[in-house]
């Protein structure tokens, strides 16, 4: 049986389930508390629409230009969500789904504000394209982990990722 509560996102945007059911849900927007930070991304998205639009003189390439520039910082500004529940972890931002189940776990690389679930025993250049990203806050990153630990295989190898960290 999965329980969330329902109580409108904090500040951090966490929104935790109770300790110790079958379902973990939360939300990161990293850009929730910082308008400086999304007002210099939506000028940056505008200059790059004018410019290509300039450049090219197509009013299309504009508009490629700005799409360009919110799609790939669509994490920050409109938030990742996810979930952990019995059968594995699953991280969305917008349209992207990234999961994995609980039986491909090989490791887990812990660092300040992420955990990267993944199905590699060690690390390899191919890490950042394998397996799941998880941001967390200080206020949920212990239940996480807690719930992690609980769920992933026996033989799980656990690693300290904060130096790694850009």
Known sequence: M??????????????LSSAGT??????????????????IISGIAIAAGVFGGIVFRQPLMGLVGFAMILGSTAEHWMGS???????GVKAR????VTAMEWTQVKRVAIGTNTLRISPL????????????????TPSNRQSVLD???RHAPEGVTYE??????G
């Not at 969500?81 to 059968?87: P, R, V």
């Not at 025993?121 to 967390?136: D, H, N």
């Not at 300290?160 to 960290?165: G, I, L, N, Y």
């Open 22 to 39: 079958d379902v973990l849900r939360w939300s990161v927007r990293p850009l929730a508390n910082d308008p400086r930070k999304l007002a």
């Open 93 to 96: 931002t917008v349209a992207s």
């Open 147 to 149: 719930f992690i630990r």
């Open 121 to 136: 025993q060690t690390v390899s250049a191919l890490e950042p394209f394998r397996g799941v990203l998880l941001r967390t």
């Open 160 to 165: 300290d990722a904060r130096t790694e960290e």
């Open 81 to 87: 969500s996810f979930a952990l529940d019995q059968k």
């Open 2 to 15: 999965s329980t969330t509560t329902s109580e409108p996102l904090s500040d951090d945007s966490t929104d």
